[in-house]
């Protein structure tokens, strides 16, 4: 079984910054696609960032030139550098691997979640 552990979320005032962390551990074979979502209250979730076991990344419009989304395949670790933060970012930010296990077989697998709050 995998999991997916995420750290970093918080309080913070408008135009400050924070760095959520995700690891994966588990049964890992390989990881491929890793990225963030997030979820307002009352809205749908939505891609934020992601990222290609090459290193290719994608952004949601709202956050390009804000976010940073980064990995360390030695630790199987996803990062989202999160900067020039607006009350508009709130919301739970969600961690997602798409990562095979020894039966080559790719599953998606989600983090617990961790609650980001910006005030204006």
């Known amino acids: 079984q995998v999991q997916l552990v995420e750290s970093g979320g918080g309080l913070v005032q408008a135009g400050g910054s924070l760095r959520l962390s995700c690891a994966a551990s588990?049964?890992?074979?390989?990881?491929?696609?890793m990225g963030w979502y997030r979820q307002a209250p009352g809205k749908q979730r939505e891609l934020v960032a992601a990222i290609t076991s090459g290193g290719s990344t994608n952004y949601a419009d709202s956050v390009k030139g804000r976010f940073t989304i980064s990995r360390d395949n030695a630790k199987n670790t996803v990062y989202l550098q999160m900067n020039s933060l607006k009350p508009e970012d709130t919301a739970v930010y969600y961690c997602n691997a798409n990562i095979q296990g020894r039966d080559y077989y790719t599953r998606g697998y989600w983090g617990q979640g961790t609650q980001v709050t910006v005030s204006s």
């Open positions: 588990g049964t890992i074979f390989r990881i491929n696609t």
